[in-house]
């Protein structure tokens, strides 16, 4: 089946984002810090700091949804919970970095998002909940005996003991038979 695969490769595939987060942005907090950068009057200190911070926060959240995937994809069952909270805000996460990676940075990057955010979905809709012994029932009104069932009320049809839905004398109505004293 496809579902460990899938899982395994989003597990890897969110390891290696957050290492690449983490370490793009503590470069960017150290590159800000040695050439003392500042941004609208911002401390240089404080820019460096944050982005340090940032990478270190969106590293960490990427590797804890890597750890769900993994775990996920080591067990075989669906994730529940936090866990499935977690991945879907990644997919929403990667959806919009998607959608200003095409803005921003080119096709590429907007690719490489779309693909992640598809395997997360992927990842999430295969471990779906199972249909269980009602999917097999009968569909559409069958009631497995060629004859459809109707909504359950009493005198649907004329010879159930009601009035069925067709006026007396109509010809779906059988002739009432003959009373003799």
């Known amino acids: 089946m ?3 695969p899938v899982a395994l490769i ?8 957050a290492l690449g987060i983490a370490v793009l942005n503590w470069s960017l907090g150290t ?14 200190d404080v820019m460096a700091t944050s982005s340090k911070a940032g990478g270190i926060g969106f590293g960490l ?3 804890f949804c890597g750890l769900v995937a993994l775990l996920v994809g080591l067990r ?32 590429q990057q907007f690719v ?15 471990y779906d909940v199972q249909p269980g ?3 097999d029932a009968p569909r559409d009104g069958d009631g497995g005996d060629g004859e459809p069932e109707g909504d359950g009320t009493a005198g649907e049809r004329p010879e159930d003991g009601g009035e069925g839905t067709a006026g007396e004398g ?9 009373t003799t004293p």
């Open 133 to 135: 012994p009602a999917a």
């Open 10 to 17: 989003v597990a890897l595939v969110l390891f290696t984002e």
């Open 31 to 44: 590159l800000a810090e040695r050439q003392n950068m500042s941004l609208a009057g911002i401390d240089p």
């Open 170 to 178: 109509s010809p779906l109505t059988p002739p009432a038979a003959p």
């Open 2 to 4: 496809v579902r460990r």
């Open 61 to 63: 959240y990427f590797a």
């Open 76 to 107: 075989n069952r669906p994730p529940a919970g936090f866990g499935r909270v977690l991945l879907i805000s990644a997919a929403v996460v990667h959806a919009l970095l998607g959608a200003f990676a095409w803005g921003l940075l080119g096709r």
């Open 112 to 126: 490489f998002m779309m693909v992640v955010f598809a395997l997360i979905v992927l990842l999430l809709m295969t």
